[in-house]
């Protein structure tokens, strides 16, 4: 592109290696050498520009670098970075231009979120270089994002809550992609008083944790919007007494997420539904700076099956759930917030989005790459709402993701989005049946997700991108670990069976009472396990012997060794089943024995991972059907 040293001709040579690629860039002669500390100071209003300048000296600390708010005591200097404050820099509101000169770097936006923006890309760039000598290249970056809401939803409700230092961590690193929106997905995973019978083995978040946490997110630039569903996925409270009376079914339904036949959904025309629903509101959305509320509302399964039937069948099944919208939208229009719901209830029947308040931002959801959220988009657009294209990081119901699923489900729903003048995207990030996979193979979709959404306009074709590298760059700098974080995302494939909202792999080990001839495990073969298999034994030791063990964080190797050694357990699990023609009495002795210590091993290792970054609540419920599957195989055996 122009000349540099040598130290840049790489980077510069390749602009994706910053990400999101930042929209212009006019080259300079020269470079600028930042002195130690880098010292930061800014111009403008304390009240917007305090935060960005505390977000971007903590960034740059864990990056390597020394920074202060002002130099040290003695030396007469200007600041390395200015943050200034100016109406007239960018014509879009988190836009900003950064200026590097020789004497230093000026970030220059209209607001606050502008400037933590420009500070996120400082740091990117300044991250790529050696610590010792960085160098940056001299001239000005302009930029601005093509969706204004980049948001990621975090499930802490299968099982899996997060510690709060790991939810600071994952907000900080969100806010270093240029994410401005966080939602914490609740069923049952709050501490509500007077609600203690379904949260007490949760190990939940309390709202001391969310109103710390809501502080970071905003001093980060983050806006932390409280999620609480609010008619459907009510099973953890509904087969309690006396919740169990408000449910629409209380004998319980089949449901798809849990082995149990359950009470799944509030009944809509029981006055009591939205008096607990009011409740909750009460004491989760005074935790939250955040005037919007996401009530879910999605998936209704049992919705006129059984106290509600002959409501529905009078006024319609559609009528009888946008009355309960309606009342859930006045609890929240009550207490000054604005409606987020997931629109896949009212997508079937387009017909009636018209009939939702106004003010409401439908969220259309998909999470296969082939998900049609053109056509979602469409029929939103036409009523005028705002609304969120909603694709995932496909990494739950595996072990180490769909990344390739991931990849393009979000950079299609990322163009619809921008097509269709959506007002953003949202990434969600969910943990069906125990939430076994560790958060780290949600951390590249989740990069890849933030990028899409910032540069939809001009987003590349994913396949274009070498996303190893993007690993190794951006996520976990120097540890080396991006090839085996790619592979576990691609490993499935080998396998040739059916793969949508999931593995064979992963169902192997976690749903293994489902029998051989499951349709997710058409055209699997001993042939496709061995391909598997030899994929696993020369990707792991391999990525894993050249990996640095002191990375960025250090739990992230073991937990790719762990995600490697449940896909090749689930391997030889899958083998044995097929040899014994699906009965486990049938398989030898000793590999049963030898399968059943490693289901063991494998369960006790994710026990240690899980307490490394999540609360103790829900581990055992997670890992039940593994225990399961041990006993299983060792049972008759002596």
């Known amino acids: 592109m122009f000349r540099i040293i040598k130290a840049f001709e790489p ?27 880098i010292t930061i100071q800014a111009t403008g209003d304390p009240r917007k520009t305090s935060a960005p300048v505390k977000h971007l000296q903590a960034s740059l600390s864990a990056v390597g670098f020394k920074a ?21 820099s960018t014509a879009h509101p988190q836009g900003y231009r950064l200026l590097a000169s020789s004497e230093g770097v000026e970030i220059i936006a209209s607001t606050a979120a502008g400037l933590h923006h420009g500070g996120s890309t400082l740091t990117q760039w300044l991250a790529l ?120 079914c209380p004998l319980g339904i089949e449901h798809p997420f849990s082995r149990r036949r359950e009470p799944f959904s509030l009944c809509p025309i029981d006055p009591g539904a939205i008096a607990l629903i009011e409740d909750l509101f009460d004491q989760l959305l005074p935790c939250f700076s ?93 009523t005028g709402l705002s609304y969120y294209l909603c694709p995932g990081t496909s990494s739950w119901l595996s072990f180490g993701g769909r990344l390739d699923n991931a990849l393009y489900n979000m950079s299609n729903a990322a163009r619809a989005a921008h097509d269709s003048k959506a007002s953003g995207l949202l990434i969600a990030d969910w943990g069906d049946q125990g939430h076994l996979q560790p958060l780290p193979v949600s951390y590249l979709p989740l990069l890849a997700g933030a990028g899409a959404a910032w540069t939809a306009r001009s987003s590349l074709e994913p396949s274009s991108r070498n996303w190893s590298q993007v690993f190794d760059r951006l996520v976990l700098p120097g540890a080396g670990l991006g090839e085996l974080v790619c592979g576990l995302g691609r490993v ?74 449940a896909l090749l357990l689930a391997v030889r699990v899958g083998r044995a089943r097929l040899a014994a023609r699906d009965k486990l009495r049938d398989i030898p002795p000793d590999e049963r024995r030898a399968l059943a210590r490693g289901v063991r091993e494998l369960v006790e290792e994710r026990r240690a991972l899980w307490l490394g970054r999540n609360r103790p609540g829900g581990l055992d419920d997670a890992v039940a059907p593994l225990d399961e599957l041990a006993s299983a195989l060792f049972r008759d055996l002596g």
């Open 290 to 382: 955040s005037q919007q509320a996401n009530v879910g509302l999605d998936e209704t399964f049992d919705l006129g099956r059984c106290r509600s039937r002959q409501a529905c069948a009078r006024r319609g099944r559609e009528t009888v759930y946008l009355e309960f919208l309606r009342r859930v939208h006045g609890l929240l229009t009550a207490r000054r917030h604005r409606m987020q719901f997931w629109g896949d209830i009212l997508l079937e029947h387009p017909e009636r989005l018209a009939e939702v308040p106004d003010d409401v931002i439908p969220l259309a959801w998909g999470y296969e790459a082939d998900h049609p959220f053109t056509e979602s988009a469409d029929r939103l657009q036409a």
């Open 129 to 248: 270089g050696a610590k010792e000598e960085v160098r940056l290249p001299l001239g000005e970056i302009e930029d601005w994002p093509d969706l204004d809401r980049r948001a990621v939803l975090l499930d802490v409700s299968r099982d899996k809550v997060p510690t709060l230092a790991t939810l600071t961590a994952l907000a900080d690193r969100l806010a270093g992609w240029k994410v401005n929106e966080l939602q914490l997905y609740f069923e049952h995973a709050f501490a509500y008083r007077g609600h203690e019978i379904v949260w007490r083995d949760a190990s939940p978040l309390t709202p001391a944790d969310i109103r710390v946490f809501d502080r970071h997110c905003r001093n980060v630039g983050i806006e932390l919007v409280p999620n609480q569903n609010s008619f459907g996925h009510l099973h953890r409270w509904l087969v309690h007494e006396p919740y169990r009376r408000l449910a629409e």
């Open 68 to 88: 202060a708010r002002s130099a040290p005591a003695g030396v007469d200097r200007s600041p390395s970075v200015l943050l200034r404050l100016s109406s007239h």
């Open 11 to 37: 980077m510069l040579a390749q602009p994706g290696l910053l990400f999101p690629t930042p929209k212009r860039w006019a080259p300079s002669e020269g470079t600028w050498l930042p002195q130690s500390p």
């Open 492 to 565: 499935h494939r080998l396998l040739g069976t059916p793969d949508r909202n999931g593995t064979a792999l992963f169902h192997l080990l976690a749903s293994w009472w489902d029998p051989i001839d499951h349709p997710r495990y058409r055209r699997l073969t001993t042939a496709a396990l061995d391909r598997v298999e030899a994929a696993l034994e020369e990707l792991g030791p391999r990525r894993l012997e050249s990996a640095d063990p002191d990375g960025s964080e250090g739990s992230v190797r073991r937990e790719l060794e762990w995600v490697a050694a």
